[in-house]
């Protein structure tokens, strides 16, 4: 069984940044597909950014992220890093990770970023 937890969330002003991070236990992370994804109004759960495993490193933006977010990993600590800049009210949201293997499907509980204008 995989726990993901994040943290890093909070409140910030319109352009500033926020660093989240996703750490997981048990599973074997380095393996693990993880993505950073955003709660829609209707409940469903929208990708951001994601980054495949050790052996491929390549990295997914959605174009609403691409040149303000950037995911890194770091497996020695089984964790994932979301670094967040020139945020905006629209990105007001809960965020959050997912590690995808084969050997299963995990999420965190999530956690709120705001943004106020």
């Known amino acids: 069984q995989v726990q993901l937890v994040e943290s890093g969330g909070g409140l910030v002003q319109t352009g500033g940044s926020l660093n989240l991070s996703c750490t997981a236990s048990g599973g074997r992370f380095s393996i693990s597909t993880i993505g950073w994804y955003r709660h829609g109004p209707g409940g469903q759960r929208d990708l951001v950014v994601a980054?495949?495993?050790?052996?491929?490193?390549?990295?997914i933006y959605t174009t609403s992220a691409k040149g303000r977010f950037i995911i890194t990993r770091d497996n020695d600590k089984s964790t994932s890093f979301l670094k967040m800049s020139s945020l905006e009210p629209e990105n007001t949201s809960v965020y959050s990770c997912?590690?995808?293997?084969?050997?299963?499907?995990?999420w965190g509980q999530g956690i709120q970023v705001t943004v106020s204008s």
């Open positions: 980054i495949t495993s050790e052996d491929k490193d390549n990295t």
């Open positions: 997912r590690s995808a293997s084969a050997l299963g499907d995990y």
